[in-house]
Structures are given as structure tokens and as C-alpha cells.
């Protein structure tokens, strides 16, 4: 038998590589399938929509085609589920069908440079849990007080009892970044109140947020491959900024690390991972960990701004917090767990902010043909090699038949009648388990959940107890959102909106 030259197995190669791009092209919806809208430009399908706004598109699509349908978008084919009564089906689904880590790891490259061999992010999520939780969350919670104290507190660009103007955004996402980033990644100095130390912690974090924050402006261009030349070069000069930043040896010599770094550095090397990729893992980390309190903390603050009958109760929910403790507003020292734990009318403002402004895309990739049981009854063929995509901020979140008025602002939607927190929210007259879903849900639900709140309400009692607060123009539209952030967590405004705040007369 003879062997075929390369020529005749490039000819035999050709026909069958054109029928399969000419058979993905030709894409059509089989029977048990999702509805499929291909959209009318080849290829690129519905990305431009996509991309401009996410949840206008979505919402456009489920009023077309109703709970689930398949998108294609630059190639790929998307099929997206909103109906939350369905959404365990998916959450639960074994990781041989729909895994995260695919997705998870294209990410990882686009965005950060990272290449984790063997990475599974299920697996590191399950080790770096504990961390995050149980005994260490009171010496998180502690530590991180004792940095808000810093940020807030010993600037001494900031205390002052004369009236300062600034943005809001600015300063939240500033403080939470800054004392976030102290408390996981360590401080100068052992003693959280050593001047000198406070001192170094102040200008090193600062000078992390700078450049971090100058990065969070082209992440989500990142994340699209949409960076143009000078984007990209822009781009690259500030990771490797930050890159020294965060360097391994330089973090190896921080006092106060946190159990989470000394872990998740334990990890890095059991993979067989090198120093500078441990580094440029680190930078990942830090996106993934203080990203999306600051923006919480903004809204949040603008909301009680905005509408003085929730700050009025949020602010007696926490003087009495104080006068339970005989302390003053000025005292505010260490809150206990307990404390924390026991501030329902914050719980329900924290909530509610977050239902509005919390816009994550929970994604699986379909390893095989697959059926999807619907909570209808309905049954329907998922595709291997299509992406699977919950989006919880259309439903339920800012869906108008489990919420009254979705898209205003009550500062009470979580709380019943006795003040005890409400969790009782029906869809076609069905209680509901997944009604309001910032933190993801399942197996992929955020680890640092517990910790995230303790820091926000933290940071919100600081401000509301020592500083007066009020909007440099009370009419001050709330901004819109910078809609490049859908699907990735917390949304951030297109615009700052500018503050008036000065240290409480004592």
C-alpha cells in the first residue's frame, strides 16, 4: 500500500474542513432545542447587541423567546436560562456535563496572563473555604476593622472637621480596596496602631490602588479581546507595575499575612508553580477579592443619600448598636460577630442594594449532549461545545412578577411586617429558594460571602458613625451603569457623584 504525498491528504482535508465551518455556519435548531436566534451578521451573530448592553439585550430576547433560547455571539453559541425556579438544575448538574473551569481558565489568560496547570477552580475553592470562614473570620473581621481604622481614620489627607468635597465612588472603592487589600495580603508592621507602620500601609496601598484602579478600567475590554494598540500597550505596562508590587518575596516579608495568602501561596506551589506566575497569580487574586465590595459600599451610601428615610433607619439601627455597647457614635470600637449578625434593617438595605446593582453571569460549559429539565416540565437538548449562561439580575432580580416595582429602590423589601428578615418571594404563585442571587448559588456560591458583609457593614458603620455625609447637590440623578460591567459582578457607574463629608463635631 502506498503511502499519500501531502498534497493529496491537503486535498482530501479541505472539502471535509469547509463542510464542517459551512455545517456551523448552517447552524439550525434540531428538534428538543432551545429556541436559536443566530442574529443577521455571520459570525459575529449578536455580540455588538451583546456587548453594548447585556441585560437590555437578554431582557429583548426573553420577551421573544421566552425562558431559554440560544444565542450565537462571535462564534459561539449561547443558551441562557432565566427562570430561577429552573436554576438548581443547572447548579447542581455533575462537572462531567457543565464545568466552570473551561471558562474560567480562558479567562484567567485574557485578563491576567495566568496559566495554572491542572487548575481546578472547584477544588481550590473547597481548600481555600476555610480560610475564608469558620475560626478565621473573626480574626479577618478584626484585622479588617483595625485597617478601615487606618484608610479612614490616620490619612491625614483625610480626617479633618472642615468640609471636604470628593467623589463618592472614589472613597468607597478606595477604603474597601486599600483596608481589603491590607487584611488578606498583610501589613508593614505587626501592631495595627504603630504610627510608622500605619504610615508605610497608607502610601504602599495607595500606590496599589492607583495603578489597580488604572487596570479595573480596561479589564472588561480584556475580558472581550476588544483592547486596542495603545489599550494593549497601556494595559501591559500597568500588570507589570503591579507585578512588583505584589511580587512572592515581596509579600513573603509582610507581617499580619492572612491565612487565605498563606494557603493559597501553599497551593501555588504544590501545583508546581513558578514565582512569576505565582506573582501574576496574586494579581488575579486581588481583582477576584476586592473588586466588588467597593462598588457595594458606593451604592449603598448613595442610596441612603438619596433617600433620607432608609439612612434614618439604618442610622438608628446603629446608634442603638451603640448604646447597647455604652458607647458614643465617636467610640465605635471592635463589633462582635454577634452584633453584626443582629442588624436586620442594614441586612435588608445591603440586599436590596445588591439585587439592584448585582449583575454576575453564572456560566457552564456543555461537555455533551445533554437533556435540561425545566421546572414547567418542559424538557431541552443542550449542545457539547455551546456555553450554558444564567443571568440572575434579570430574574429574579428585576423581575416585575416576584418584585413590585423592580427597579426602584425600598429600603424594606427584605424585611417583614415583625422585623424579622423576609424570604418568602413566589413566581407564578411558587415560593421561590433562589430569589435574590449577588453571591452566585450552588456549588460556585462565593466563598467569601461571610467575610464581604462583615467588611461592608464595617466600613458603613465607620463612615455613618464619624463622619457627617451629605450630596454636594441633593438633586443629583443617580447614575447609570458603566454597562461593560455586566456579568461581572458588581456594576460600577458611568459617572462619580461628588460628596460633602467632614469628621463629626464630638
Known amino acids: 500500500m502506498e503511502w499519500l504525498c501531502p498534497a493529496a491528504c491537503l486535498g482530501l482535508l479541505l472539502p471535509l474542513l469547509l463542510l464542517l465551518l459551512i455545517s456551523r455556519l448552517r447552524r439550525c435548531r434540531l428538534p428538543g432545542e432551545p429556541p436559536l436566534d443566530k442574529g443577521l451578521v455571520p459570525w459575529l451573530g449578536h455580540a455588538l447587541e451583546f456587548s453594548r448592553d447585556a441585560a437590555k439585550f437578554l431582557s429583548a430576547m426573553k420577551q421573544k423567546h421566552g425562558d431559554i433560547f440560544t444565542i450565537k455571539a462571535a462564534g459561539k453559541f449561547i443558551t441562557f436560562l432565566l427562570d430561577p425556579r429552573s436554576y438548581d438544575a443547572v447548579l447542581w448538574e455533575s ?5 466552570f473551569g473551561q471558562y474560567a481558565r480562558l479567562l484567567m489568560d485574557r485578563m491576567f496572563d495566568v496559566q495554572l496547570p491542572d487548575y481546578d477552580p472547584n477544588a481550590e475553592k ?5 480560610t475564608l470562614q469558620s475560626k478565621n473570620l473573626p480574626s479577618l473581621t478584626k484585622a479588617m476593622f483595625f485597617n478601615l481604622q487606618t484608610i479612614l ?9 472642615q468640609w471636604k468635597e470628593g467623589g463618592l465612588f472614589h472613597l468607597a472603592y478606595s477604603t474597601m480596596f486599600r483596608a481589603g487589600y491590607l487584611t488578606l495580603y498583610g501589613n508593614e ?31 472588561m475590554k480584556a475580558a472581550r479581546s476588544m483592547l486596542n494598540a495603545a489599550e494593549k500597550k497601556e494595559f501591559g505596562s500597568t500588570k507589570k507595575n503591579l507585578w512588583k508590587l505584589l511580587s512572592v518575596r515581596s509579600l513573603n516579608h ?79 470600637q471592635m463589633t462582635s460577630q454577634e452584633v453584626l449578625d443582629n442588624t436586620p434593617i442594614f441586612d435588608s438595605v445591603l440586599n436590596e442594594t445588591l439585587r439592584l446593582t448585582a449583575a454576575p453571569f453564572i456560566s457552564r460549559e456543555v461537555l455533551q449532549d445533554m437533556p435540561l429539565r425545566l421546572a414547567s416540565g418542559r424538557e431541552y437538548i443542550l449542545r457539547k461545545g455551546d456555553r450554558l449562561c444564567l443571568f440572575p439580575f434579570i430574574s429574579p432580580q428585576m423581575d416585575s412578577e416576584i418584585y413590585e416595582e423592580p427597579e426602584k429602590f425600598k429600603y424594606d423589601r427584605f424585611l417583614n411586617s415583625d422585623g424579622t428578615e423576609k424570604t418568602d418571594f413566589y413566581k407564578e404563585g411558587e415560593k ?10 450552588g456549588i460556585n456560591i462565593c466563598i467569601g460571602k461571610f ?46 457623584i461628588t460628596i460633602r463629608y467632614k469628621l463629626k463635631d464630638q
Open 95 to 99: 462537572r462531567c456535563k457543565l464545568d
Open 432 to 441: 421561590l429558594k433562589y430569589y435574590n442571587m449577588p453571591w452566585g448559588a
Open 126 to 130: 473547597v481548600m481555600l473555604r476555610a
Open 254 to 332: 509582610r507581617a499580619n499575612r492572612s491565612a487565605w495568602l498563606e494557603s493559597y501561596q501553599r497551593h501555588l506551589v504544590d501545583l508546581g508553580v513558578g514565582e512569576d506566575m505565582q506573582t501574576r497569580a496574586m494579581l488575579l487574586q486581588l481583582w477576584s477579592t476586592q473588586s466588588n465590595a467597593g462598588p457595594a459600599v458606593f451604592w449603598l451610601l448613595l442610596f441612603l443619600l438619596k433617600h433620607p428615610l432608609a439612612r434614618a433607619a439604618v442610622q438608628g439601627e446603629v446608634e442603638g448598636i451603640f448604646r447597647t455597647r455604652r458607647q458614643t457614635i465617636g467610640q465605635m
Open 153 to 161: 481614620l490616620s490619612d491625614p489627607s483625610k480626617p479633618s472637621r
Open 189 to 219: 508592621s505587626k501592631n495595627y496602631e504603630d504610627a510608622s507602620g500605619q504610615a508605610q500601609d497608607l502610601a504602599h496601598s495607595l500606590e496599589v490602588y492607583n495603578e489597580f484602579y488604572k487596570l479595573d478600567r480596561l479589564l
Open 451 to 496: 467575610y464581604a458583609v462583615n467588611s461592608i457593614k464595617q466600613c458603613v458603620f465607620l463612615l455613618l458613625s464619624h463622619f457627617d455625609l451629605e450630596l454636594k447637590d441633593p438633586d443629583a440623578k443617580i447614575p447609570d451603569f458603566d454597562k461593560e460591567r455586566y456579568g461581572f459582578g458588581m456594576l460600577q457607574p458611568e459617572n462619580d
